[in-house]
């Protein structure tokens, strides 16, 4: 059976590069794109190599990343310009090959195994894409090229920027072994302390390690991750269609001012409710599941959710559900930073589950087709044709 020839195609500071096309006089300066500081947002996203330099990192606050480097440029997001990019590179991809699976809005992988009978070798096919993005889209890509999925994206990461990482089926063990655990996907810095406690800190350390220890340690993962360090991944790259449906939908807020009650958070609720509700109706889906998100002003996050009998794409009662929820598990004893609502077990309208005609089924089969219509008209005349005269329950 012939080898698979997988690509991993990973946009090198993807965020800040494509910012930086946009303000180029910059390039030559340490640059970070943020979130909004007034409203809230105010970390770090993204970072060229320049600021990495200064040990700036993703995700610290601005005020942290500026005491490391006083000329930290800050840039806004661009979120449709990254989206753009994103599609552009896509396209770039796809004159290689059509079996695609993204792994984010800049990480890919392909399966380019029939593509090498037209154009060459996978490290050949890399380095035409790694080409083709420099010089058409002005950015640039790492590319790692193996056997597997694991492994490829394991090689995009090994050299950056703008470079490719082969990780060949007869000689992996020499090239990988020796990497820390925590390099490997799905070994993330807590399983790899974890791994550490008993003497795995390769690798190789986990190719070799006793499976019964892997289990008892970290449970089927452990013995998972064994298996990918010796490079037995078969997982398919699996290409997205126009017609796949998402697996949950949600939506969450962070307001320059916290939520102290849940009359605020109710309010929420109904308006991004109001979006989920929108994004239900466009796939043809119901939810039989609702999640609620919390972030405290101490940054602690909290996720709660719950299962019902019956499914619902109405605004209303998945804001209603996710208000109950809520109250069933907070006290508001410490304000609110952020929260979110997400409707979780979705199902096909053929498959919803379909409701009895007593009671409160009725009330709720009333209330989807006051949502049906609401939907309807926002799609004609936009999101802002149609508001809820009150936020009070």
């Not at 925590?182 to 006793?210: P, Q, W």
Request: proline share 3%; charged share 30%; with cysteine.
């Amino acid at each position: 059976m012939r080898d698979r020839v997988i690509l991993h195609c990973d946009l090198n500071n993807f965020f800040a590069s494509v910012s930086l096309l946009s303000n180029p006089t910059l390039k030559n300066l340490p640059v970070a794109v943020c979130g909004d500081k007034e409203n809230r947002h105010g970390i770090v996203l993204a970072k060229n190599d320049i600021a990495k330099k200064f040990n700036v990192k993703t995700a610290e606050a601005i005020f942290e990343a500026k005491k490391k480097c006083p000329e930290l440029v800050i840039l806004p997001p661009l979120m449709d310009e990254y989206k753009r990019y994103s599609k552009l590179a896509g396209q770039i991809y796809s004159r290689y090959t059509d079996m695609i699976e993204p792994f984010g809005i800049d990480e890919c992988w392909l399966d380019v195994t029939g593509s090498t009978l037209i154009f060459g070798s996978g490290e050949s096919i890399a380095n035409k894409i790694r080409n083709d993005i420099k010089s058409e889209l002005g950015i640039t890509v790492s590319v790692g090229v193996s056997f597997n999925k694991i492994f490829a994206k394991l090689g995009s990461d090994m050299k950056k920027p703008d470079a490719v990482t082969v990780i060949p089926k007869d000689g992996f063990k020499e090239k990988i072994w020796g990497l820390p655990v925590s390099d490997m996907l799905f070994a993330g810095k807590h399983t790899a302390e974890k791994l550490k406690t008993i003497g795995v800190c390769t690798i190789g350390d986990l190719a070799v390690c006793d499976n019964a220890l892997l289990n008892r340690l970290l449970g089927k993962n452990g013995t998972e991750l064994k298996r990918y360090a010796l490079g037995e991944d078969t997982s398919p790259v699996v290409s997205k269609t126009k017609d796949d449906k998402p697996k949950s939908i949600g939506r969450s807020v962070t307001t320059a001012k916290d939520f102290v009650s849940f009359d605020e958070v109710w309010s929420i609720f109904l308006s991004l409710s109001q979006s989920v509700s929108d994004s239900l109706h466009r796939h043809g889906l119901y939810a039989s599941g609702v999640q609620v998100h919390i972030r405290t002003a101490s940054l602690k996050v909290k996720e709660f959710s719950r299962t019902y009998p019956d499914t619902t794409d109405s605004a209303y009662i998945i804001a209603k559900r996710g208000a109950d929820i809520l109250k069933a598990n907070y006290d508001f004893k410490e304000p609110l930073r952020s929260v979110g609502i997400r409707a979780v077990s979705l199902k096909n309208c053929e498959t919803a589950i379909q409701q009895d005609m007593f009671g409160a089924a009725k009330k709720l089969e009333a209330q989807e087709k006051i949502e049906d219509s609401i939907y309807e008209l926002r799609k004609k005349f936009g999101d802002s044709s149609i508001r809820r005269a009150s936020a009070s329950k």
